[in-house]
Nanobody, 118 residues
Framework: QVRLVESGGGLVQTGGSLRLSCAVS????????MGWFRQAPGKEREFVAR????????TYAAAVKGRFALSRDRAKNTAYLQMYSLKPEDSATYYC???????????WGQGTQVTVSS
């Protein structure tokens, strides 16, 4: 069974950087899109970015555009969310998900915590 496993979260100061990874295990990533979402305590889950797996074209939420960069390594079945200039409001649990072009996501990882201290 294909699983998504996030890693790379942690504690960082404002202005710092982190790189999250989403590794596909148990098979080859065959979905069209890999997305990243985040959820802070007491808030709804929000879209962060997504990447089309074959083309590598990424799109971003306005809140992170210009600060986050999403890429993927098809040979490694892994996606990377590089986060720069982090702000306290970026603190959340970050999830990757496998989905379709239409915006539906079928499989989710367990999440990785990102905390940005002020």
């Amino acid at each position: 069974q294909v699983r998504l496993v996030e890693s790379g979260g942690g504690l960082v100061q404002t202005g710092g950087s982190l790189r999250l990874s989403c590794a596909v295990s148990g098979g080859t990533f065959s979905d069209s899109v890999m997305g990243w979402f985040r959820q802070a305590p007491g808030k709804e889950r929000e879209f962060v970015a997504r990447i089309r797996w074959i083309s590598g074209i990424a799109t971003y939420a306005a809140a992170v555009k210009g600060r986050f960069a999403l890429s993927r390594d098809r040979a490694k079945n892994t996606a990377y969310l590089q986060m720069y200039s982090l702000k306290p409001e970026d603190s959340a649990t970050y999830y990757c998900a496998a989905g379709s072009i239409d915006g539906s996501y079928e499989r989710w990882g367990q999440g990785t915590q990102v905390t940005v201290s002020s």
